[in-house]
């Protein structure tokens, strides 16, 4: 029994050290591209990173880029996929809904690419900062039905970076050995709003294929040529598991495809972290997914 309470209380004491947001220096990004939208209008505070959970975040992004993660030409599919990882559009998280779901895309043979989009500004200081993440994640602070034409609005730094993220890829598609109409986008919890927005914006991004990773599922106008749509969401999300799934009967009202994965467990920004729960074969069911589609082999 002292055995199990000792090691009960190691394992708190490590997960609350894990949880610690941590300042780290910003890491080298050889590949990164820097993205033709500008430095965010009146930023002050500088970009800087910190790491929490085992995993790398970075805040403050005024300057958008784009990373590019190539698969090996003997396997490249000729398919692609922006990745927008989330964070409430005040962080990134670079690594777990980023990097690592890259290199897992790029080991299918799809060509993809970590949008490291402009952010909301934070304090500089790190206390400050946990302390405003700490508010808005509360109870009193949890977001309300997210109206879309509201938060199409509200993103347009984030939606011209996303568009010019498709810009440069197709620019590029033939050095990179991408197909032009086969560049799809994912994105996670803030950055699957993105997606959406994105999705909805339309002029020239235009998506070909779509996954919203823990987002809000509220209703929407589904434009008559709504791409393909992947969900993925845990029944125990505190964000965005209870209010309905509207997204889900709007693209199937609208007669456009459209595959929901609802599981037990999760939390939410479970991303490539590996758990004990059916939610950690997310990715596994969205390759799947985009193989059914014809994306894992190259078109005819």
Known sequence: MLGLIAAVTLSGAARAQTDKMEPIAVPAQPDAIELATGPLPGAVAQESWHSQYGSVFARNVTVATLTPFLPDPAKATGAAVIVAPGGGFRTL???NEGWDVAKALADRGVAAFVLKYRLNQTPQD????????????????????????????????????????????RRRATEWRIDRDRIGMIGFSA???????????????????????????????????????FVALAADDPLFANNGFGLIESWRTAKRPVE?????????????????????DWFEAFAHWIGMHGMLKPAS
């Open 93 to 95: 998280s670079m690594q």
């Open 126 to 169: 790190m206390a400050a900062f946990e302390r405003s993440m700490q508010q808005m994640f509360s109870a009193a602070a949890r977001p309300r039905r997210m109206n879309p034409d509201e938060a199409i609005k509200g993103l347009t730094p984030q939606i011209e970076d996303a568009r010019a993220a498709f810009a440069l890829v």
């Open 191 to 229: 950055g699957a709003m993105l997606t959406m927005a994105t999705t909805l914006a339309g002029q020239d991004a235009k998506p070909a294929f779509i996954g919203n990773i823990y987002g809000p599922l509220a209703a929407m106008t589904v434009p008559t040529d709504a791409p393909p749509m």
């Open 260 to 280: 929901f994965h609802f599981y037990e467990r999760g939390g939410h920004g479970f991303g490539m972290y590996k758990k004990a729960t059916t939610s950690t």
